[in-house]
């Protein structure tokens, strides 16, 4: 969940001012942020109280829409892009699971995560994992990347994954353009895994996150369930369609990828306020 404040690619780890994969690595829990991502966090509890729930399904959504790839549809290839800070299980630790000979490349512009990179490539020695330092505004640069390229062979389906990115993508920098030159480049029988804020189930509040976010100088933008179907413009959905992430497949997963909250609990789309789908090209 990353996709930066900024086009530094430097090293600065700009840790004077919040950034979203740290904030995020904060509201799972984690131990990889600064005083200023807690600071502007905190802020954002007080609008969003269950933004650590939130935190935690759209992972497990994550997980599941993985494992479903990985085990039903039979994808052996993934491209994450805004994979954030490491949190186990990463998303090749579920791919491989399944396949150990899944291919993974992750993508994400923060010096932070890049420095975890590491991490991210203890894959298993049947399969492959690589890390690109991109941006999700600028497909170019990830399509024609070399790791990319080393790593994933585009004229066999990919699963491309952006798990809660594009909402750090104002229209302004023209996300649904990214999005489709990215489609664009992959093989037919590719997938689009998306979850991404919306107004649509409480929509007081999350106004009120985008103002904490904005505030803090970090690009915002919620959108309605319409808007975010505009992503999935030409894909077939896979079944339930858009909707709740926590609503997507619920029970299908192993029970070590199930989320430590009944994912069919009253009052949870409100306290979640995401949307999310996964769809076939």
């Not at 996709?3 to 990889?32: E, I, T, W």
């Not at 600064?34 to 966090?41: F, G, I, L, S």
């Not at 829409?65 to 954030?84: E, K, M, N």
Request: glycine share 8%; hydrophobic share 40%; proline share 8%.
């Amino acid at each position: 969940m990353s996709v930066g404040n900024g086009r530094d690619r430097s090293g600065d780890l700009q840790q004077q001012r919040p950034h979203s994969a740290r904030m995020y690595d904060y509201f799972l829990g984690g131990k990889d942020n600064y005083q200023v991502d807690r600071e502007y966090a905190t802020q954002i509890q007080r609008v969003f109280p269950s933004v650590g729930v939130a935190a935690r399904i759209n992972r497990a959504f994550m997980h599941r829409a993985t494992w479903y790839l990985a085990s039903q549809v039979g994808i052996r290839q993934f491209l994450d892009i805004g994979a954030g800070i490491p949190t186990e299980p990463n998303l090749h630790q579920v791919a491989q699971q399944i396949a150990p000979d899944a291919r993974v490349v992750y993508v994400d512009n923060d010096p932070l995560v890049m420095a975890f990179a590491q991490a991210l490539l203890r894959g298993t020695p049947q399969g492959r994992t690589a890390y690109v330092h991109a941006d999700a505004a600028d497909p170019e640069s990830i399509l024609t990347a070399p790791q990319l390229r080393e790593t994933l062979d585009l004229d066999q389906p990919v699963a491309l994954s952006l798990i809660a990115v594009l909402h750090f993508l104002p229209d302004d920098r023209d996300p649904y353009k990214a999005v489709s030159t990215l489609l664009d480049a992959l093989a037919p029988g590719s997938y689009l895994v998306i979850s991404h804020l919306t107004v649509d189930f409480d929509p007081d509040t999350v106004h009120r996150v985008v103002e904490v976010f904005r505030d803090g100088g970090v690009p915002f933008q919620a959108r309605t369930r319409k808007e975010i179907g505009r992503f999935f413009s030409g894909l077939e959905l896979v079944e339930p369609g858009i909707g709740a992430p926590h609503r997507w497949r619920p029970i299908e997963p192993p029970c070590w990828l199930r989320p430590d909250i009944d994912p069919l609990g009253p009052g949870l789309d409100e306290r979640v306020n995401c949307c999310a789908a996964v769809a076939r090209k």
